[in-house]
């Protein structure tokens, strides 16, 4: 069965570096997302996109976030310069254009020190 | 703003034990109700809902969504160990939304043999 995919599984970083996480979505998907759960808490939508271009993005998703789909198959989140506060679990999900249901992949830990 | 609220925040049954989670929400131009398990890592998916009255079942689970009081319910008969695990209700939003979903903070299930 298709799954969504994601590299690495855990990434830690130093405050102020750029991390680039990574998402292979399932290959007949057109939506993707990337979501973010900070421990203990609740999943918090990040940003969505479509046709190679943000289609929503939340509060969250500021200057610092960016998403590129670099090639036909890879989906990525990119943080500019990490915070304390990045530190999370970062899920990338993706569905079909007829139905809502959205797949996860298994998540990326970022730890930022 | 966009909430979804579930309860309870934990159980802990036994082993054969019927458990009935809830998840009420309060979503502009609402579409959808999405439950997903969530055990270490990815949630995945369990049951979209779209329309009031209507029974999704799969095995032991099944849920249901009133769509005149904003809430659904997700019920779990005859327990097992392997059911232990967060169970989280999300809510997408239609009209200009590309799918966004907006989560609940979960419920932890714990089922004891």
């Known amino acids: 069965e298709p799954e969504v995919t994601q590299t690495p599984s855990h990434q830690v970083t130093q405050m102020g570096q750029e991390v680039i996480l990574r998402c292979v979505p399932i290959?007949?998907?057109?939506?993707f997302y990337w979501y973010r759960q900070i421990l203990g808490q609740k999943v918090e939508f990040l940003v969505s996109f479509y046709n190679n271009e943000i289609s929503e993005k939340s509060e969250i998703f500021d200057d610092q976030f960016s998403v590129e789909r670099p090639d036909g198959s890879n989906f990525t989140l990119k943080i500019r310069s990490t915070k304390l506060e990045d530190s999370a679990m970062y899920f990338c999900a993706s569905r079909v254009m007829v139905t809502d249901t959205q797949y996860f992949g298994p998540g990326t830990r970022l730890t930022v020190l | 703003e966009d909430k979804v609220v579930q309860s309870p925040l934990s159980l802990v049954v036994h082993e054969g034990d019927t458990v009935t989670l809830n998840c009420s929400y309060e979503?502009?131009?609402?579409?959808?109700l999405l439950w997903y398990k969530q055990e270490k890592k990815a949630p995945t998916f369990l049951f979209m809902l779209?329309?009031?009255?209507i029974e999704k079942k799969s095995g032991r689970l099944s849920s249901i969504l009133d769509k005149k009081e904003l809430f659904s319910i997700l019920n779990i008969t005859a327990t097992q160990t392997g059911d232990s695990a967060v169970y989280l209700c999300a809510a997408r939003a239609g009209g200009t939304s590309y799918g966004k979903l907006t989560f609940g903070q979960g419920t932890i299930l714990t089922v004891h043999p």
């Open positions: 290959s007949n998907h057109l939506y």
């Open positions: 979503v502009t131009n609402f579409r959808s």
């Open positions: 779209t329309s009031s009255g």
